[in-house]
């Protein structure tokens, strides 16, 4: 990493405890940025909306090459579970480094660690019925296997889904995804997924509504409803990239009773939500169900190094060998690094600091719903997401949002978008963040939303 810096240092304050100072000219990352534009393909993403060029990161922090140090609440969108270069992480890794670092699907002993360690945050019961398969190294890759292994196991090829939800950008999870505007330029997607309501809220900020639960139900029932018996349905327990909407306990159980009942493999999407993000290792477990399968990747290895696999229902294990393969679903330093999480967030009961510092959190933005523009505060652990729309018709504010992401980088808070229209601001803390810290970029954030509602036209 370079010279370590002090990861507990605050952006420069005022009297009044607030954000003042903004973050110095940036002439090393405009260099850099502007290479980038040369050489790198279009599709590029965050540093279109956030222009800095990263030099090293600490714990919750970032410094870029122009030597200005960011709170980091994007935290490789959510990848970096335990922050920055965790000492003990990098320790592991390099540990590893000496004996093996790539090994196929071969065992080895740090992926039979790694596999007991991810089966040891199962209970007894669920734990006794799970099998794990080791996919391509991106969750997008693993939402694809999940799907596979349900179509193989079933003999079926209908999918459900849920409108708002994010699957990843490969061709098939495209087409799982609810953003139009992104699979629109692809033509011939794949066939046979049904999209549904996903029911937020708990309860459901805008008072009683549909449960899409029972909408899902009455077609599946109906013999004239016009969807066959599918292969599966997939869901997330938190729509991140769809805008941090919270999933309704009585939706998903709803959803978790009327699968079982049709014999419907029900995925439960935990790229985003796995590894602790929410308060407990899976967000399902907060809803009392249990999945077929679930998918899991981003926070798995702790420190970034790229991992992911489903974990399924021994009943589904009908596939042949070599159904789904990759070359790199051998990750020895992932694995290596993953097992040291698991140890960390027990030893240090970083599960309970997510539900505190979400606590933390949810209580220093309160506030926040006081501004006509600001339409929700909504989240759950560490996951949390401000959307912002336009007073008089509702309508997504785009451009406020953009104005609060781009105050908060000139006062040393990184934080990302999405949902509709890119209006939703989104916070990915890492899980061991601390009170103090959340302090200060919430402090940031709160006069970034009041600077961006007076400077930024409503969309």
């Known amino acids: 990493m370079g010279r370590p810096f002090d990861d507990h240092a605050p952006p420069a304050r005022s009297a009044d405890g607030?954000?003042?100072?903004r973050r110095s000219a940036r002439p090393r990352s405009a260099a850099l940025l502007a290479r980038q534009?040369?050489?790198?393909?279009?599709?590029?993403?965050?540093?279109?909306h956030l222009p800095i060029?990263?030099?090293?990161?600490?714990?919750?922090?970032v410094r870029?090459?122009?030597?200005?140090?960011?709170?980091?609440?994007?935290?490789?969108?959510?990848?970096?579970?335990?922050?920055?270069?965790?000492?003990?992480?990098?320790?592991?890794?390099?540990?590893?480094?000496?004996?093996?670092?790539?090994?196929?699907?071969?065992p080895t002993p740090a992926k039979d660690a790694f596999t007991?360690?991810?089966?040891?945050?199962?209970?007894?019961?669920?734990?006794?019925?799970t099998r794990l398969h080791f996919c391509g190294p991106t969750g997008a890759n693993a939402v694809e296997a999940a799907i596979k292994l349900c179509k193989i196991a079933t003999g079926r090829g209908d999918i459900i889904s849920f409108r708002g939800a994010f699957h990843g950008s490969t061709h098939a999870t495209m087409a799982l995804s609810g953003l139009v505007s992104q699979k629109a330029?692809?033509?011939?997607?794949?066939?046979?997924?049904?999209f549904f309501p996903y029911t937020a809220g708990d309860p459901a900020p805008d008072g009683p509504s549909v449960n899409g639960a029972d909408l899902l139900e009455q077609a599946l029932r109906d013999s004239n409803g016009g969807i066959p018996p599918p292969a599966a349905v997939i869901m997330e327990m938190v729509q991140g990239e769809g805008g941090n909407f919270v999933a309704r306990t009585d939706f998903v159980r709803k959803v978790r009773e009327v699968t079982r009942s049709l014999g419907i493999p029900l995925i439960v999407d935990e790229v985003q939500t796995g590894c602790g993000r929410t308060g407990t290792w899976f967000a399902h477990q907060r809803y009392g169900i249990e999945p077929d399968v679930i998918v899991a990747s981003k926070a798995l290895s702790g420190i970034g190094l790229p991992v992911a696999l489903i974990l399924y229902d021994t009943a589904l294990d009908t596939w042949a060998p070599g159904a789904h393969i990759g070359t790199f679903r051998g990750n020895q330093l992932a694995f290596a690094a993953g097992v040291e999480t698991v140890r960390i967030i027990r030893r240090d009961d970083i599960l309970g600091n997510v539900r505190q510092?979400?606590?933390?959190?949810?209580?220093?933005?309160?506030?926040?719903?006081?501004?006509?523009?600001?339409?929700?505060?909504?989240?759950?652990?560490?996951?949390?997401?401000?959307?912002?729309?336009?007073?008089?018709?509702?309508?997504?504010?785009t451009g406020v949002a953009a104005a609060v992401q781009h105050h908060a980088l000139r006062h040393g808070l990184i934080v990302e978008r999405g949902g509709r229209d890119d209006a939703v601001v989104r916070l990915l803390p890492p899980l061991n963040v601390t009170a103090e810290v959340v302090d200060m970029a919430c402090s940031i954030l709160v006069d970034a939303v009041s600077a961006g509602a007076d400077r930024s036209p409503a969309r």
Request: zero cysteines.
């Open 357 to 397: 510092q979400g606590a933390r959190i949810a209580d220093r933005l309160a506030g926040l719903t006081r501004d006509p523009r600001v339409r929700q505060v909504r989240g759950r652990g560490l996951m949390w997401g401000i959307e912002l729309a336009d007073p008089r018709d509702g309508r997504p504010a």
């Open 116 to 129: 007991q360690a991810q089966l040891s945050m199962l209970a007894p019961e669920v734990r006794k019925r």
């Open 37 to 48: 534009e040369r050489w790198e393909s279009s599709a590029r993403t965050y540093p279109r």
């Open 53 to 61: 060029a990263l030099a090293e990161g600490s714990g919750s922090f």
């Open 185 to 194: 330029p692809v033509r011939d997607g794949m066939p046979g997924v049904h």
């Open 64 to 106: 870029d090459v122009d030597g200005n140090v960011f709170i980091d609440f994007l935290a490789g969108a959510g990848v970096l579970s335990l922050g920055h270069n965790h000492p003990e992480l990098v320790r592991a890794v390099s540990h590893q480094l000496d004996s093996l670092t790539h090994g196929l699907d071969f």
């Open 18 to 21: 607030t954000a003042s100072q």
